[in-house]
T-cell receptor, first 116, second 113 residues
């Protein structure tokens, strides 16, 4: 089954304790990205990756890191989480990107993170 | 600055009613997408509109892309409780080395039986 998986689905942690949220897709997609979703603010892009070893900042990258060592995986790293990073996080992938792209974004099920 | 403005933010209607939600921008987009998100799940693509003036239908849902490619609308005919969800519009932003996707804040639709 074609899908984007994220782990963990739920995570409660404390300020400053490094964490990684994994994301994996099995569709051989080139483009992957991370979003956070907050009430009243909508979905905001954190980082994206055009392909292996190519990553770039989205609209809200502060406090986050990513890596793209393999095409299928795109982990999100919070080196020192803070309470303002409490949010619902989504990983997404699409086949590729073009200036007139209408490629479908496939979203994972989400990771609900609480930082105390 | 929100590039895509959606309205209304909330909408609660009775089963069988018709409704329209809007996605507006001051910027021109090469395409716009509409997603629906149900509680506890990620957004799922409904449609992509590419050509100015384009109209696409998906059963009881009708999507329109403005002639100037700055706005889009979603019209639902005879809404059903299964249409309940968060409707999001999204558009690509590319220029230089940027290849981002921007979303509106969404319209939360509740269809009551």
């Amino acid at each position: 089954e074609a899908q984007v998986t994220q782990n963990p689905r739920y995570l409660i942690t404390v300020t400053g304790k490094k964490l990684t949220v994994t994301c994996s897709q099995n569709m051989n997609h080139e483009y992957m990205s991370w979003y956070r979703q907050d009430p009243g603010l909508g979905l905001r892009q954190i980082y994206y990756s055009m392909n292996v070893e190519v990553t770039d900042k989205g609209d809200v990258p502060e406090g986050y890191k990513v890596s793209r060592k393999e095409k299928r995986n795109f982990p999100l790293i919070l080196e020192s989480p803070s309470p303002n990073q409490t949010s619902l996080y989504f990983c997404a992938s699409s086949f590729s990107w073009a200036s007139s792209s209408y490629n479908e974004q496939f979203f994972g099920p989400g990771t609900r993170l609480t930082v105390l | 600055t929100q590039l895509l403005e959606q309205s209304p933010q909330f909408l609660s209607i009775q089963e069988g009613e018709n409704l329209t939600v809007y996605c507006n921008s001051s910027s021109v987009f090469s395409s716009l997408q509409w997603y629906r998100q149900e509680p506890g799940e990620g957004p799922v693509l409904l449609v992509t509109v590419v050509t100015g003036g384009e109209v696409k239908k998906l059963k009881r849902l009708t999507f329109q892309f403005g002639d100037a490619r700055k706005d889009s609308s979603l019209h639902i005919t005879a809404a059903q409780p299964g249409d309940t969800g968060l409707y999001l519009c999204a558009g690509p932003i590319s220029g230089g080395s940027n290849y981002k996707l921007t979303f509106g804040k969404g319209t939360l639709l509740t269809v009551n039986p």
